[in-house]
């Protein structure tokens, strides 16, 4: 009888880690080439932010007046407003990449169903869709922190950071809004994450008016949304109110990431194994 045996498989040249990025990275060309016909989809999202910027900053900023931070000096209502609005930037780029994207590519285009028949896994694709979601959020924020240096309401040596600080808040986002399109299962779905979690994220985790003005329980509500933490991490780097708080908004951001990353792709698994 004819034994076969198979040749025992030579070590991997890298850790397994950096293989699965690796492999993620095709994830990441792929999307690159379909949005290369579609561009004007990414261009576009940067908008809403800065009509925030220049509507409720400058014309609404005329009326509130100066802004008293929490060392005591006083900034303008458009340098209060604008790094709040650099995380809502950030934020619009994650969200729309993962929760729109992803769900129609899982539920109606099959892209995933089409890819697990390559060398990609689950894993891989959870990571390839973090990437570049990861990718769309940083245009968005590079974009912004370049309006804002041009309208001078980057008043802080310390503003320095705020682009690499940008990373953390789209880590965390990009990670949730993945997790979040595995529980969608219709389109009429997209109406329970946008209209009770992230409109009213948006509208008071600090941006527009200090969160101290709520009573002390929605004061805490409001310290457990990242929106609050990317917020506050944001206007300590560029109005330089700068403390150890910052790290713990660095490590919140990064915890919360991590943990909805684990979901994301548990959820990912479930959706595509059968």
Same mark, same amino acid.
């Given at each position: 009888?004819?034994? !076969?045996?198979?040749?025992?498989?030579?070590?991997?040249?890298?850790? %397994?880690?950096?293989?699965? /990025?690796?492999?993620?990275?095709?994830?990441?060309?792929?999307?690159?080439?379909?949005?290369?016909?579609?561009?004007?989809?990414?261009?576009?999202?940067?908008?809403?932010?800065? /009509?925030?910027?220049?509507?409720?900053?400058?014309?609404?900023?005329?009326?509130?007046?100066?802004?008293?931070?929490?060392?005591?000096?006083? #900034?303008?209502?458009? %340098? /209060?407003?604008?790094?709040?609005?650099?995380?809502?930037?950030?934020?619009?780029?994650?969200?729309?990449?993962?929760?729109?994207?992803?769900?129609?590519?899982?539920?109606?285009?099959?892209?995933?169903?089409?890819?697990? #028949?390559?060398?990609?896994? !689950?894993?891989?694709?959870?990571?390839?869709?973090?990437?570049?979601?990861?990718?769309?959020?940083? !245009?968005?924020?590079?974009? *912004?922190?370049?309006?804002?240096?041009?309208?001078?309401?980057?008043?802080?040596?310390?503003?320095?950071?705020?682009?690499?600080?940008?990373? *953390?808040?789209?880590?965390?986002?990009?990670?949730?809004?993945?997790?979040?399109?595995?529980?969608?299962?219709?389109?009429?779905?997209?109406?329970?994450?946008?209209?009770?979690?992230?409109?009213?994220?948006?509208?008071?985790?600090?941006?527009?008016?200090?969160?101290?003005?709520?009573?002390?329980?929605?004061?805490?509500?409001?310290?457990?949304?990242?929106?609050?933490?990317?917020?506050?991490?944001?206007?300590?780097?560029?109005?330089?109110?700068?403390?150890?708080?910052?790290?713990?908004?660095?490590?919140?951001?990064? #915890?919360?990431?991590?943990?909805?990353?684990?979901?994301?792709?548990?959820?990912?698994?479930?959706?595509?194994?059968?």
């Amino acid at each position: 009888m004819a034994v !076969i045996v198979r040749p025992t498989p030579s070590p991997r040249p890298y850790p %397994a880690v950096v293989g699965s /990025f690796l492999r993620a990275r095709r994830l990441v060309q792929r999307n690159l080439l379909v949005y290369r016909h579609s561009w004007m989809v990414i261009f576009s999202g940067f908008f809403e932010p800065l /009509f925030y910027l220049l509507g409720i900053g400058y014309g609404l900023g005329t009326i509130v007046g100066d802004v008293e931070l929490s060392d005591g000096r006083l #900034v303008t209502y458009a %340098a /209060f407003v604008a790094p709040a609005l650099l995380a809502q930037s950030t934020m619009n780029g994650a969200i729309s990449e993962t929760i729109f994207n992803v769900f129609f590519k899982l539920n109606f285009e099959k892209v995933y169903d089409a890819i697990l #028949v390559t060398p990609l896994g !689950i894993g891989d694709i959870a990571l390839g869709e973090l990437m570049w979601a990861m990718i769309r959020a940083t !245009i968005y924020a590079v974009a *912004f922190v370049g309006v804002m240096w041009v309208m001078g309401l980057l008043i802080s040596p310390w503003a320095v950071l705020a682009l690499p600080a940008t990373l *953390f808040c789209s880590l965390a986002f990009c990670a949730a809004g993945l997790a979040t399109s595995t529980f969608l299962r219709t389109v009429q779905d997209f109406d329970l994450p946008f209209g009770l979690i992230i409109m009213p994220m948006f509208l008071f985790s600090g941006t527009f008016f200090p969160i101290g003005i709520y009573p002390e329980p929605i004061q805490w509500a409001v310290q457990v949304t990242p929106l609050y933490h990317c917020v506050e991490l944001l206007r300590g780097l560029t109005t330089g109110v700068v403390g150890w708080s910052l790290l713990v908004h660095v490590a919140y951001l990064g #915890v919360f990431g991590s943990v909805a990353m684990v979901i994301a792709r548990r959820r990912l698994a479930t959706k595509l194994i059968k």
